[in-house]
């Protein structure tokens, strides 16, 4: 009760309560308030973390369908600036794929990529942590102006801190982190369609791993589910 705010939302307005005089004020909160109970403060902090995150499930269809951005430098923004396209699956048996398409400013696929994993995590975590592969990826390739489009909007308004999701937190932080590592960033929010190429390199994955391809993936593996016509075409040289 050492809070002058909350003595002031307590017992100056004229609808906050009002405790009896001469009573320790922490024995009457608590017998107010918490009826009694011992204040926990894991166990206040669980019901309301749950509670958010039933409303940001159940609401994220309402929400503003238009990009989220954010730059990374004050600077003017170089004319000639790449786009790095990334979208994750959630594959069976335990796996996760990954896929990122790189275009250059007129919208040309320079070079793609997928990755595979063998985790179990839920679909936030596995876009968050595909963005952040497409981040240390960019950093590792000296690219210095970039922008990232990914269609998961929880995951690109906690990048562009309108929201936070405990879940995903620490990844985002790494992903902020990593950011400063490029002179001119900007992370923003895109439609699954036109997400479609990164998506459809998450889903391959499933089949071939942790590939690259100079341009774009050949057509026919993304338009395949047999897998050993997948093998075979790789075996005839269509990665690098």
Partial sequence: MHCNLLKLVLFASPLGCHPPLNVDLNCWLNQTVFKGTPFEAVSLAQPAL??????????????????????????????RQFSMFVDASC???????????????????????????NIVVTPIIADALGLRWAIQTSISQGIQCLSFACDALEVVNCINSKCVVASIDPVIKDCTNLLENIPYAMVYHVSRKLNREAHDLASLARYVGSRTWMGNAPSILLSTTSVPAIVSHFEAGFSV
Wanted: glycine share 6%; charged share 20%.
């Fill in 50 to 79: 749950l509670f958010v995150q039933e409303f940001n499930d159940a609401n994220i269809q309402s929400r503003p369908s238009q990009a989220a951005t954010r730059v990374r430098n004050s600077s003017p923004v170089p004319s």
């Fill in 91 to 117: 594959l069976s048996n335990a796996q996760i794929g990954w896929g990122i398409v790189f275009k250059d400013h007129n919208g040309a696929v320079l070079w793609s990529a997928c990755k595979r994993d």
